[in-house]
């Protein structure tokens, strides 16, 4: 994908459980994009996970959809060794051959990788001016990369581009149909700790997404 701005800097307060349901609501939602595009992007480097562990949890209203989902990623990170939750992604996503469980939208839509919905997604990124990185082995139906997209639309300079209406339209044909199934499959692995509350965190935003996008209809 060419550069998004602003780039997202995984520090302690961008990781506050306030960030995501602050004052500022369109940041909050750019920040958090940015927070899932890089815990499912590759194994956490040790300063993210050291900034997650420093997290704050309490929201500034108790009983928001994401603080439950938030605390229990704070804590699998606060009780986890770093290199634990980096051996837990290589043991869920890497590997050679067929990774325990997939972070492609066309595994999820078609049962195949590089199916049809990848190709609709490039045509609509076209559309947008977004191309994949020449230096990224993973395409562009990758969750990484559609957080990316989104994080692009809600916060980048171009409003002719970064806007609610595509906001809508991206998130209900590119994300949407699929993220459910992905998070079933990390809650259910036996192999997924860290990744199991972050499937959680995913599943809670995806819905509070889908309600916010649901009111504009």
């Not at 550069?3 to 459980?17: A, M, R």
């Not at 229990?72 to 009780?79: D, K, Q, Y």
């Not at 969750?143 to 595509?166: F, P, S």
Request: aromatic residues 10%; glycine residues 6%.
């Amino acid at each position: 994908m060419k550069p998004v701005s602003p780039t997202f800097d995984p520090t302690s307060e961008d990781l506050q459980l306030s960030a995501t349901v602050g004052f500022d609501e369109e940041t909050a939602r750019a920040e958090l994009y940015g927070l899932l595009a890089l815990i499912y992007s590759a194994a956490p480097a040790t300063d993210f996970i050291a900034s997650l562990c420093v997290a704050v949890t309490d929201a500034p209203a108790q009983g928001g959809h994401l603080e439950a989902p938030w605390r229990s990623l704070v804590a699998a990170a606060r009780e986890m060794s770093d290199t634990a939750i980096q051996r837990e992604y290589d043991a869920l996503f890497g590997g050679i051959g067929k990774p325990e469980v997939y972070l492609f939208a066309s595994h999820y839509l078609s049962g195949f990788l590089n199916e049809k919905p990848l190709a609709q997604l490039r045509t609509d990124l076209a559309v947008l001016g977004l191309g994949r990185d020449e230096d990224s082995a993973d395409t562009e139906d990758h969750i990484a990369y559609l957080c990316e997209v989104m994080r692009y639309l809600i916060a980048g300079d171009d409003v002719g581009v970064a806007n609610l209406t595509a906001q809508q339209v991206f998130f209900t044909k590119h994300l949407q149909p699929w993220v459910d199934k992905l998070c079933d499959a990390l809650a259910a692995h036996p192999k997924a700790q860290f990744y199991a509350a972050a499937a959680e965190l995913t599943r809670a935003f995806v819905q509070v997404e889908a309600q916010g996008f649901d009111m504009l209809m």
